[in-house]
C-alpha cells in the first residue's frame, strides 16, 4: 500500500512545516487545496537542508549535507526515497519538472553557510539567489501547472520576491546569525558597522524587491494569488515594524509579530481579497 506511504510522507513535509512556520503554514492553508501539499514538500526539504547547517552542532554537517545531496538526488532518479521529507519531495519535483539546477543551487547556498561567515556584493547576490530565490521558483513551478510561458512571464517576479522575504529574514536574525552562528550576511558589513545609515540602505533595497514582488503576484494563477498574497502581507508588517525600530535594537533582539496580530493581518487581507482590492 505504497498509497499510506505517500500520505504520510506528505504529513511529514506538513509537520515540519507547521513546526517551523506558523506564518509560512498560514499562507498554504489560503493556496487551493490541489498546491498545499506540494508547497509542504517543497518547504519540508528546504527546512531539513537549513536545519543541517543551523542546528546540527557537534555533527559533522558538511558529510550530512552531501549525503542529502545524494540522497535527494537517488530519490528524484529512483521516484521514491525510504526518507519520507526526500520522498514527498521528489514527487513534487517529477510531476511539476522543477529544474534540478534549482536544487542543486539551493544546496549550494546551504554549503555557503557552512564556511562563509561574511559576504561580499557578488557572495551576498549569490547566496540570495540559491537559499531564496530558486525555491520561489520551485514553488512557481507548482502554481504554473505545466505552463512554461506563464512561468517565464512571472519568474524574475517570483525571484525578487524570494528575495525580499529573505533580507527581512537577515534583519529579523539579525542576532542569531552573528552571535550565534558568527554570520554577516550584509556586504555593507564588510566595510561599515551596522547604524542607521546601513539599516536604510539595505530597507531601501528590499522596497525595491518588494515592489517589483508584489507586481507578480497580481499576475499569478488566482488559485495561487492569496495564499501568496498572505505571505507578502506578514513580510511588509515585518518590514514595517523593523523599519520602526533603531539599528541597535536589531542588534539585540528578535523582533516578531505576535500571533495576536498575524491573524489580524491574515484577516484584513482576506477582506481585501474578497472585495477584489488586490
Do not use: W
Not at 554537517?61 to 537517488?74: A, G, I, P, V
Request: hydrophobic content about 35%; glycine content about 6%; aromatic content about 14%.
Amino acid at each position: 500500500m505504497k498509497e499510506l506511504y505517500d500520505k504520510v510522507s506528505i504529513g511529514s513535509s506538513k509537520l515540519v512545516t507547521k513546526s517551523y512556520s506558523t506564518s509560512f503554514s498560514m499562507g498554504i492553508s489560503f493556496l487551493a487545496t490541489r498546491f498545499r501539499n506540494p508547497v509542504y514538500a517543497i518547504y519540508g526539504f528546504v527546512r531539513l537542508a537549513d536545519e543541517i547547517v543551523d542546528t546540527f552542532h557537534g555533527f559533522p554537517k558538511r558529510q550530512m549535507l552531501l549525503e542529502l545531496k545524494e540522497e535527494t538526488n537517488k530519490a528524484i532518479e529512483r521516484g521514491i526515497s525510504t526518507n519520507p521529507i526526500l520522498h514527498s519531495f521528489q514527487e513534487v519535483v517529477r510531476s511539476f519538472q522543477i529544474d534540478q539546477s534549482s536544487i542543486d543551487t539551493f544546496l549550494k547556498s546551504m554549503e555557503m553557510d557552512l564556511y562563509n561567515h561574511d559576504y561580499d556584493q557578488q557572495g551576498y547576490e549569490e547566496y540570495i539567489f540559491g537559499s531564496a530565490e530558486v525555491v520561489g521558483l520551485m514553488c512557481l513551478r507548482v502554481f504554473t501547472e505545466g505552463n512554461n510561458e506563464l512561468y517565464e512571464e512571472l519568474k524574475p517576479y517570483a525571484m525578487k520576491l524570494g528575495s525580499a522575504f529573505q533580507k527581512i529574514n537577515f534583519l529579523r536574525d539579525f542576532k542569531a546569525d552573528k552571535d550565534g552562528l558568527g554570520r554577516l550576511y550584509f556586504p555593507q558589513l564588510k566595510t561599515q558597522e551596522f547604524n542607521e545609515e546601513t539599516k536604510a540602505q539595505i530597507e531601501e533595497d528590499i522596497l525595491a524587491d518588494f515592489e517589483m514582488g508584489y507586481e507578480g503576484i497580481k499576475k499569478l494563477p488566482k488559485d495561487a494569488r492569496f495564499g501568496v498574497y498572505v505571505a507578502y502581507i506578514y513580510y511588509s508588517r515585518l518590514l514595517v515594524k523593523i523599519r520602526e525600530i533603531p539599528a541597535s535594537r536589531i542588534m539585540e533582539e528578535r523582533i516578531r509579530i505576535s500571533d495576536k496580530q498575524k491573524y489580524a493581518l491574515f484577516f484584513g487581507s482576506y477582506l481585501r481579497h474578497s472585495f477584489n482590492l488586490l
